[in-house]
Each structure stands twice: as C-alpha cells, then as structure tokens.
C-alpha cells in the first residue's frame, strides 16, 4: 500500500490499486467463460474471398473450372473444388449499463448485475479477438483493434466503471462506420421512448446490433412476501408496499410489457434482443450473443 500521497496523487494512486486488485480475477474468469464457449462452437468461418484453406467440396455444375483441385480428385473418381474461408473481419463495440442500478442483486450468492454485464463483455472480447475480429468499448474512445492486448485495455476501461458512456444507464450516441456490430448490455429498465432514441441513434449509421438484458432473479420473478421497502438505486423515491405479493401480477405484467417493448426496439433497427437471469450460467449467454453476432445471422431471427 502507497501512503503519505497527498491530493491528486494520492487518489490516483489508490485508484491503480483498486484496480490492479480487481482486474486478474475478473479477466480469468472471463477467459474462463470464454475458453468453455470456445469448444463449443465450430469457428465462425464461412466461404468467401480469402487465402486461407477451409474445406473441399465436390464440383458441382456452374462452378469455375479454375477452382478444381487436381490433386485431391486425382485421389479418386469424383471431382472436388477447394473453398477458401472468408477473412473479412467485423469490428464490434461492446457497450455495458454501469449506472447505480445495476449495482445491485438479490441474494449475497449472486454476482451483481454489473458484475455479470462486465463479465460477460470481456468473455465476449476475448472469444471475438480469438476469432480475428476487431474488438472495441463503446463510448470509451476506443477504436477497434484486433489482437489479444486489446483484452487488457478492455478491461481496464471495464474496471474503471467511470466512462461517461457507461454511467449514463443508456448507451452513447457515438459516430460509427457504416456495416459495423454493436452489441449492448444492460437492464433496460428506463423508460422505452429512452431506449428507442438510444438505439435510433446507433442503428441508422447503419449498424447490425444485438441487446441484452441482464436482470437479477428477483427482478424476474418478485418472490418476496409481505411488507417491503424498495430503496430506489437511480434516486428515485423508497416505496413502502404493505403486502407485495398483492401486486406481483401487475410488476410481472409491466414487466413483460417492457421486455416485449424491447424486443419491438430491436427488431424495427433489425436487431435481436436477449434476456439473461444472473444465476443462469454466464457462457449460456455468451452462447447466445456469439451466435447472435454470426455473419449469416445478421438482422435475422430473435437470440435468446
């Protein structure tokens, strides 16, 4: 421990601390995440311009004789073509909610939401950048980079949770080229007008894009039973509910509206949108927002 640091300094010093102290864990356990999500997917290759081998295939009528590979029809009485595997590499912003409300969760056993949105966008990072792609941090002022440093200066930015971009609970409006990916994550639970303006922004450069929602069990679900007192986390006022399971059908309700309000959102930029519970294991979401982000998947279909 640095003392006798006065001011700025001092501050600064702490700060590097604290986040020394909390990053190694938290980039193992996304590397982890990933390292398991990894085996369980065959690459995200597919035929295309490039130089580098991906299968053969046999000849069929309408392809171009000069792609015949001679050798390997020589092998036996079929013809065969030799396909290259596509190497246009995406550039991806990876943006997660780090405002007051996701730092919260229902039991001590579970991670936080905030924990669970910055773990699995590192996992994301680290299985992207594995695959070639070109990886960045939405509202960080980063621009996107291939190569496996880029995961520490991701996290890095992760740690410091005070970017502006991040804070605000909705993502920034930020300039992008066009054909780009973005993928957001977050509770979205402000108000849906907020969330459309948000993503009205990003979709129209254009951009392909995928959200998903991180909620806490309790949020699902509202269990609780009896009289309770909600301390609001955005500064909103406390509420006093004198018997909650009297009104669970209507929190469910509005919930559901909200999370098909989303769904709505997503689909008209030509999205898809998710949902994860934070005590549902993490690479089940990381599953879904790599598949989400396959080049054959783009605009297309509904991740879960």
Do not use: C
């Not at 990933?34 to 130089?51: L, Y």
């Not at 966008?121 to 621009?143: D, K, Q, T």
């Amino acid at each position: 421990m640095i003392q006798g640091q006065p001011g700025a300094a001092g501050t600064a010093a702490r700060r590097a601390e604290q986040l020394a102290a909390r990053l190694p864990p938290l980039l193992v356990a996304a590397e982890r995440v990933a390292a398991t999500v990894a085996q369980g997917v065959h690459g995200r290759r597919r035929v295309g311009q490039g130089d580098s081998f991906w299968q053969f295939r046999q000849f069929l009528p309408g392809d171009p004789v000069h792609r015949i590979d001679w050798r390997q029809s020589a092998k036996g009485d079929r013809t065969f073509v030799r396909e290259t595997e596509w190497e246009a590499a995406q550039s991806v912003w990876l943006w997660r909610d780090a405002s007051a409300g996701m730092r919260w969760r229902s039991d001590r056993r579970l991670p936080e939401k905030a924990e669970r949105a910055e773990l699995l966008v590192l996992a994301l990072a680290s299985l992207l950048l594995r695959g070639g792609e070109r990886v960045a941090l939405l509202g960080a002022g980063m621009r996107p980079v291939a190569g496996r440093a880029m995961i520490e200066l991701i996290a890095e930015a992760v740690a410091r949770r005070g970017d502006p971009g991040a804070l605000a609970g909705l993502p920034p409006a930020e300039n992008l080229p066009r054909h780009g990916r973005v993928v957001l994550i977050g509770d979205f639970l402000s108000p849906l007008p907020d969330v459309q303006q948000a993503v009205a922004r990003l979709a129209q450069v254009p951009v392909a894009g995928h959200m998903l929602q991180v909620l806490d069990p309790a949020e699902a679900a509202l269990p609780f039973r009896g009289r309770i007192r909600f301390e609001g986390l955005r500064r909103e006022a406390a509420a006093l509910i004198g018997k909650v399971e009297g009104v669970r059908g209507d929190y469910q309700a509005r919930l559901a509206a909200q999370q098909e309000g989303l769904r709505a959102i997503a689909a008209a930029a030509g999205w898809t949108f998710g949902v994860h519970i934070t005590d549902h294991p993490p690479e089940t979401a990381l599953m879904g927002l790599y598949l989400a982000l396959a080049p054959d998947r783009a605009g297309r279909g509904r991740a879960a």
